[in-house]
C-alpha cells in the first residue's frame, strides 16, 4: 500500500471540511496515522487545538478525527479514575472538547493526561477492592485536547499546538455529512493496514533535525519516522511543518519575554527606585488587566517563573537591601543592557505603567523605600 498517498487523502481530508492554517492538515494526517501505530513508538505526541475565543472550529476538527483516528472517545467531562480506567481498558484515542472546564482546578486530571506521553511511564497506581489491593493502570494513548485560551505549560510541552481562527467567506468548506463518514472509514481501514505491514519503519529513529529544541525533536520524532516510512514528498514536507510550527513556539515564548521587558522598564520608570524586589515585581504584574500575567499560571506568574523568563536575557535575581530587611530582588543596572538591545528607545513605549504614572502600591500602607530602596518614588 502506499503510505504518501494515504497521506495526500487525509491531508485533502482535513482540508475539505476543515479551514485550516498552513500545514495543519498536514500535521492531522500525520497524527491520525499514528493513532493506529502509536504503540511503535516510544512517546505519543498530544494535539492541542486552541483558540482566543469560541466558534472558531475545534470541535469540528475533533469530530472529523473522531471519523478517522484509532478506536475514538470523545469526552467533554470526565473524572481522574473514569480517565485511567477506561483508558486501560479500551486503548482508545482520547478527543477531549471543553478542556478548559476539564482541566479547572483538577490537578489529578491533569497528572494523568501528562503522564501517557511516554510508554515507560504511563502508569498511575491504585488501590482497589475492599483489601485496597495495589493496582497499576496505563495512561498510554494518544490525545487530541481542545480549549480555549492558554494550555498549561505541562501539556504543551508534551503537544503540537494548532491555533485556530475563526472561519471567514474566504475560508469555503463542506460540512461533514454522510459522504466524510463513507470516505473516512475507507480511509481508516487503510491507515490499520498500512500500519501493520510496516510496523518495523515506524518504529526506526529519524534523523535529527537541525533548529529544533530536544524538547520539539522527541514531539515530533514519531510523525518524523512516520513520514519517511511513508517515502515520496512527504519526510520534506514533515520536517517544513516541525519547523514551521515549532518556530511558532519559540515566536510566542520570544513575544512574552518582550512583553516582560516592557512591562518592566514601565515599572521602573514609575517607580523611579534603583531596585525592586521580585516579590513585589510579581504582585505588582499580575494587577495589570490587558496582560497574561494573571493567568500565567495557577496562581499566576510566580517569582520563580519570572526569574526563569529573565534567565535568556542574563538578568538573574539577587540578594538586596530594602530599609532594614533583605530580599531577592533586581537591581534598575541589571535590566539595561535588555532594555537597549531588545526594546525601543522611545520612553512612550515603556508599557502601561509610564502612562499616566500608574502605580498600585502607592495606595498601600509602608513605606515606599522599604519595599523599592534608593529613592523614595513620588
Same mark, same amino acid.
Given at each position: 500500500?502506499?503510505?504518501?498517498?494515504?497521506?495526500?487523502?487525509?491531508?485533502?481530508?482535513?482540508?475539505?471540511?476543515?479551514?485550516?492554517?498552513?500545514?495543519?492538515? /498536514?500535521?492531522?494526517?500525520?497524527?491520525?496515522?499514528?493513532?493506529?501505530?502509536?504503540?511503535?513508538?516510544?512517546?505519543?505526541?498530544?494535539?492541542?487545538?486552541?483558540?482566543?475565543?469560541?466558534?472558531?472550529?475545534?470541535?469540528?476538527?475533533?469530530?472529523?478525527?473522531?471519523?478517522?483516528?484509532?478506536?475514538?472517545?470523545?469526552?467533554?467531562?470526565?473524572?481522574?479514575?473514569?480517565?485511567?480506567?477506561?483508558?486501560?481498558?479500551?486503548?482508545?484515542?482520547?478527543?477531549? $472538547?471543553?478542556?478548559?472546564?476539564?482541566?479547572?482546578?483538577?490537578?489529578?486530571?491533569?497528572?494523568?493526561?501528562?503522564?501517557?506521553?511516554?510508554?515507560?511511564?504511563?502508569?498511575?497506581?491504585?488501590?482497589?477492592?475492599?483489601?485496597?489491593?495495589?493496582?497499576?493502570?496505563?495512561?498510554?494513548?494518544?490525545?487530541?485536547?481542545?480549549?480555549?485560551?492558554?494550555?498549561?505549560?505541562?501539556?504543551?510541552?508534551?503537544?503540537?499546538?494548532?491555533?485556530?481562527?475563526?472561519?471567514?467567506?474566504?475560508?469555503?468548506?463542506?460540512?461533514?455529512? #454522510?459522504?466524510?463518514?463513507?470516505?473516512?472509514?475507507?480511509?481508516?481501514?487503510?491507515?490499520?493496514?498500512?500500519?501493520?505491514?510496516?510496523?518495523?519503519?515506524?518504529?526506526? /529513529?529519524?534523523?535529527?533535525?537541525?533548529?529544533?529544541?530536544?524538547?520539539?525533536?522527541?514531539?515530533? /520524532?514519531?510523525?518524523?519516522?512516520?513520514?519517511?516510512?511513508?517515502?515520496?514528498?512527504?519526510?520534506?514536507?514533515?520536517?517544513?511543518?516541525?519547523?514551521?510550527?515549532?518556530?511558532?513556539?519559540?515566536?510566542?515564548?520570544? $513575544?512574552?519575554?518582550?512583553?516582560?521587558?516592557?512591562?518592566?522598564?514601565?515599572?521602573?520608570?514609575?517607580?523611579?527606585?534603583?531596585?525592586?524586589?521580585?516579590?513585589?515585581?510579581? /504582585?505588582?504584574? #499580575?494587577?495589570?488587566?490587558?496582560?497574561?500575567?494573571?493567568?500565567?499560571?495557577?496562581?499566576?506568574?510566580?517569582?520563580?517563573?519570572?526569574?526563569?523568563?529573565?534567565?535568556?536575557?542574563?538578568?538573574?535575581?539577587?540578594?538586596?537591601?530594602?530599609?532594614?530587611?533583605?530580599?531577592?530582588?533586581?537591581?534598575?543596572? $541589571?535590566?539595561?543592557?535588555?532594555?537597549? #538591545?531588545?526594546?525601543?528607545?522611545?520612553?512612550?513605549?515603556?508599557?502601561?505603567?509610564?502612562?499616566?504614572?500608574?502605580?498600585?502600591?502607592?495606595?498601600?500602607?509602608?513605606?515606599?523605600?522599604?519595599?523599592?530602596?534608593?529613592?523614595?518614588?513620588?
Amino acid at each position: 500500500m502506499d503510505g504518501a498517498q494515504l497521506l495526500d487523502e487525509l491531508t485533502a481530508l482535513f482540508g475539505r471540511y476543515l479551514a485550516l492554517s498552513p500545514w495543519y492538515a /498536514e500535521v492531522l494526517a500525520l497524527w491520525t496515522v499514528h493513532t493506529h501505530a502509536f504503540d511503535a513508538a516510544d512517546a505519543t505526541l498530544y494535539v492541542v487545538l486552541t483558540s482566543p475565543m469560541p466558534r472558531c472550529g475545534k470541535t469540528r476538527v475533533l469530530e472529523v478525527l473522531a471519523a478517522v483516528v484509532r478506536r475514538p472517545l470523545s469526552v467533554s467531562s470526565i473524572t481522574s479514575a473514569a480517565l485511567f480506567r477506561v483508558i486501560e481498558a479500551h486503548a482508545p484515542t482520547l478527543l477531549i $472538547d471543553e478542556a478548559d472546564s476539564v482541566f479547572r482546578d483538577n490537578d489529578v486530571l491533569r497528572c494523568i493526561i501528562n503522564s501517557g506521553y511516554k510508554r515507560a511511564s504511563a502508569i498511575v497506581a491504585r488501590t482497589v477492592g475492599d483489601d485496597h489491593e495495589p493496582r497499576q493502570f496505563s495512561t498510554w494513548a494518544p490525545k487530541a485536547i481542545a480549549k480555549i485560551g492558554h494550555q498549561p505549560r505541562t501539556v504543551r510541552d508534551r503537544s503540537i499546538v494548532l491555533r485556530m481562527r475563526r472561519r471567514t467567506k474566504r475560508d469555503p468548506v463542506e460540512r461533514p455529512r #454522510r459522504r466524510l463518514k463513507a470516505e473516512a472509514e475507507s480511509l481508516a481501514r487503510r491507515a490499520v493496514r498500512w500500519c501493520e505491514d510496516g510496523k518495523a519503519a515506524l518504529a526506526a /529513529e529519524p534523523e535529527p533535525l537541525p533548529g529544533l529544541n530536544d524538547r520539539a525533536l522527541e514531539i515530533w /520524532e514519531p510523525l518524523l519516522a512516520l513520514a519517511d516510512a511513508a517515502a515520496g514528498p512527504w519526510p520534506g514536507r514533515a520536517r517544513q511543518a516541525a519547523l514551521a510550527l515549532s518556530g511558532d513556539e519559540a515566536d510566542a515564548e520570544e $513575544d512574552v519575554r518582550s512583553l516582560l521587558l516592557a512591562d518592566l522598564r514601565g515599572l521602573l520608570v514609575c517607580a523611579r527606585a534603583d531596585r525592586l524586589a521580585s516579590a513585589h515585581v510579581v /504582585e505588582e504584574l #499580575r494587577t495589570m488587566e490587558d496582560r497574561p500575567w494573571a493567568d500565567y499560571s495557577r496562581q499566576g506568574l510566580s517569582a520563580l517563573q519570572l526569574a526563569r523568563l529573565l534567565g535568556p536575557f542574563g538578568i538573574r535575581p539577587r540578594m538586596l537591601r530594602f530599609g532594614e530587611k533583605t530580599a531577592r530582588g533586581y537591581r534598575r543596572d $541589571d535590566f539595561a543592557d535588555a532594555f537597549e #538591545r531588545y526594546l525601543p528607545a522611545d520612553p512612550e513605549q515603556a508599557g502601561p505603567w509610564s502612562a499616566g504614572g500608574r502605580l498600585p502600591l502607592e495606595s498601600r500602607a509602608g513605606t515606599r523605600e522599604g519595599r523599592y530602596g534608593g529613592r523614595p518614588a513620588p
